[in-house]
């Protein structure tokens, strides 16, 4: 059982989804040897974009996903809840059978695929890790849990410190102005590997276009020296006024934003995020506002928190998107109460693959798993 943490921000789904893609097809990750197997990844949030990866990834490796064992969930799973987390299994093992024994489950992020438990209680977290070592002992694979860094505490796991200690292995990701750093910081039957630069490197998606027409795109983790150039901002620490920006857009997004056609959060106009930074900003004079704003725009910008096309400010893939699940949900959750408010029927079903418990039935939590290469890497999401 291992466990990868990061921020948020700092590439741990990224690096994720590549282990993932190399054990499906064997090909080795940054020159160094996988073994190869079916890999069933259970996605909490940002289904959207992990197809915009694993394409970003078959572009930058020059290898196909579609006949490989990777599978994506499309909906998190309660490993809380003992039926639950048999449910998975079970559908793991059937899936196995037509496909290969599996040699990897990655569970993204812990936090999400947890259910009604409390991360930080250890007493929670020991149910969720039993159930866990009985998925192991049944499959005989490794379980890879994503999870994020304390608030306060970037050199540790958030939560109960029961999750660590359960651990046979843990790698963190600490984000540099120049990339991210994987260290790996424990391993019961093995020596540390030593800590490695990477970076994002930006991959266009040539034909994969957005709602408004535009070319997307994405990125993929490179050794830092192979970025050449070409690498997609990493998170660097913003200052206070960009973190005011940052944190006003997040919430305009959420009390503004629309959904697209797909389900995808399609970004806010300017005038929304900064009629709500002015409302916080603590600048003494109008004209200081307008300054504090617009310079901060800029910035969120060129850090690459943010794309920006006729005044409307949309998530970047990379940095910017790993906040997309929270504003999808609070999008949902709004119109699901506008529905109620007005006495209408639950309207939120034209967006139910992105809530969390969609698609899915307590008898099988993962009712709607595919093979991700056919269905993902085929057609824009």
């Not at 992990?50 to 599978?71: D, G, H, I, V």
């Not at 849990?145 to 046979?168: F, I, N």
């Not at 540390?192 to 983790?221: C, F, H, I, Q, T």
Request: hydrophobic share 40%; proline share 4%; charged share 20%.
């Amino acid at each position: 059982m291992a466990l990868l943490f990061a921020a948020p921000g700092a590439g741990k789904s990224f690096t994720a989804l590549a282990w993932a893609a190399c054990v499906a097809t064997g090909l080795p990750w940054l020159e160094r040897e996988v073994e190869r197997g079916a890999v069933f990844y259970l996605a909490g949030e940002g289904h959207a974009g992990l197809s915009r990866r694993l394409r970003a990834w078959e572009l930058e490796t020059l290898n196909s996903l579609n006949q490989a064992p990777l599978f994506v969930s499309k909906a998190p799973a309660t490993l809380m809840d003992r039926a639950s987390a048999l449910a998975v299994t079970q559908a793991i093992t059937e899936l196995s059978a037509q496909h290969g024994l599996p040699a990897l489950i990655v569970i993204d992020t812990f936090a999400r695929n947890m259910g009604n438990g409390d991360e930080n209680s250890n007493a929670d977290v020991g149910i969720f890790v039993n159930h866990i070592d009985q998925m192991r002992a049944q499959l005989g694979c490794c379980v890879l849990l994503v999870h994020h860094s304390g608030h306060l505490e970037a050199q540790r796991a958030r939560g109960g410190s029961s999750l660590p200690a359960a651990m046979d292995s843990i790698f963190r990701i600490d984000a540099k102005s120049s990339g991210f750093k994987l260290v790996h910081v424990k391993s019961k039957e093995s020596e540390l590997s030593k800590p490695l630069m990477l970076a994002l490197k930006g991959v266009p998606l040539p034909g994969w276009l957005d709602s408004k027409g535009r070319e997307m795109n994405s990125a993929v983790v490179v050794l830092s020296d192979q970025a050449s150039g070409h690498a997609a901002a990493v998170e660097k620490p913003l200052t206070e006024r960009q973190q005011e920006a940052w944190q006003a857009y997040l919430r305009a997004a959420q009390a503004h934003g629309r959904l697209s056609q797909s389900g995808e959060f399609d970004g806010i106009h300017r005038d929304l995020w900064r009629n709500e930074f002015y409302a916080n900003c603590a600048a003494d004079s109008a004209e200081a506002k307008r300054k504090a704003f617009n310079r901060a725009m800029r910035d969120l910008v060129s850090l690459g928190h943010l794309s920006v096309k006729d005044d409307v400010f949309g998530l970047l893939d990379g940095i910017g998107w790993s906040y997309a699940g929270t504003i999808v949900r609070a999008i949902e959750n709004r119109e699901i109460e506008r529905d109620k408010d007005i006495g209408g029927t639950f309207a939120g079903q034209s967006h139910a693959s992105h809530a969390p418990e969609a698609g899915r039935t307590r008898d099988n939590p993962l009712e709607g798993l595919s093979g991700c290469p056919a269905d993902a890497t085929q057609s824009a999401p």
